[in-house]
């Protein structure tokens, strides 16, 4: 079945799928019985081949069920501590250096082949895998599917702690990477977890961002701020009204800039968006200046 899918798949080059043909593990090439994590990754790595971020192995029971209570965020300066609860709070903020007793650049280095698109998508992948256990140990980068080592250096004292994995309920969140930038509570999130926040607070791209569209003037000048995280409707949120109502305040109030956000934006339905995009030149006033955010 598996087989059969990835020739439907048209994201494969013909080199990709007769590379992945060869890897498919089945009864007539061996009779070991692959261990469910090291099957899951080694599908997993046949799916990268394909090189698009939007073929990708699904699993009805996902990440939660595997994933220990603390997750990372790799900064230029290296991997942080963004979220964990409450008995490893002390650890928000602190650089993540080795995981299972490697240097965490090896292993991030060694999980990038199991992620296929841009270098940039796989890095926000490679953050993720960090704190599942089980595809540490399904990648050969840990002994243990239910529990991982990380060494942590806070502020120049080097900290190691061993996690276990957890079964969160069904209804709690599991953030994106980029949700984790905002110390903002997530809604569901249990009363023991702890987000880090910088002294100085956040920037404002970075608060109210449960939103997936936001529209702000900056202080009392003539600067609009504009933020798209989606290009679709998101949990009660339409995009549709969204437009019409910011065309109608622009029209009402051409900025003399436009600063336009879309750096998390996960994309979507890109004709929802496409015609307004098109004419926000006409919606600045004349001189002004459109600066995209992206990245």
């Not at 940039?120 to 595809?135: C, Q």
Request: with cysteine; glycine share 8%.
């Amino acid at each position: 079945h598996f087989e059969r899918l990835i020739g439907m798949d048209r994201s494969f080059s013909p080199e990709a799928r007769e590379d992945a043909r060869a890897r498919i593990p089945t009864p007539r090439a061996s009779e070991a019985v692959l261990h469910r994590p090291h099957l899951r990754m080694e599908l997993r790595a046949i799916v990268a081949l394909a090189d698009n971020a939007h073929t990708q192995l699904y699993s009805p029971d996902g990440w939660s069920a595997y994933l220990i209570p603390l997750r990372v965020y790799g900064f230029s300066d290296g991997v942080h501590v963004l979220l964990a609860d409450a008995p490893n709070a002390d650890l928000l903020g602190a650089r993540l250096t080795h995981v299972n007793g490697r240097p965490v650049a090896d292993v991030a280095s060694a999980l990038m082949r199991f992620t296929g698109g841009t270098d940039a998508w796989r890095r926000s992948s490679t953050d993720r895998l960090l704190s599942v256990p089980e595809f540490l140990y399904g990648a050969g980068l840990g002994e243990d599917p239910s529990r991982v080592t990380w060494r942590l250096d806070m502020n120049g004292e080097t900290v190691e702690r061993d996690f276990t994995v957890r079964t969160p309920p069904d209804d709690e969140p599991q953030p994106a990477s980029a949700r984790l930038l905002s110390p903002e509570p997530m809604e569901g999130q249990p009363a023991d977890r702890r987000a880090f926040s910088p002294r100085g607070g956040v920037g404002m791209a970075l608060t109210d961002f449960r939103l997936p569209f936001r529209r702000v003037w900056i202080g009392d000048s003539c600067t609009l701020f504009l933020q798209f995280k989606s290009n679709r409707d998101e949990d009660g949120f339409a995009i549709g009204p969204f437009i019409r109502e910011t065309r109608q305040a622009m029209r009402a109030r051409p900025p003399c800039n436009l600063i336009l956000d879309m750096r998390w934006n996960g994309g979507g339905d890109y004709t929802l968006t496409e015609r307004f995009f098109r004419d926000l030149p006409a919606l600045v006033a004349p001189e002004g200046g459109i600066y995209i955010l992206t990245g």
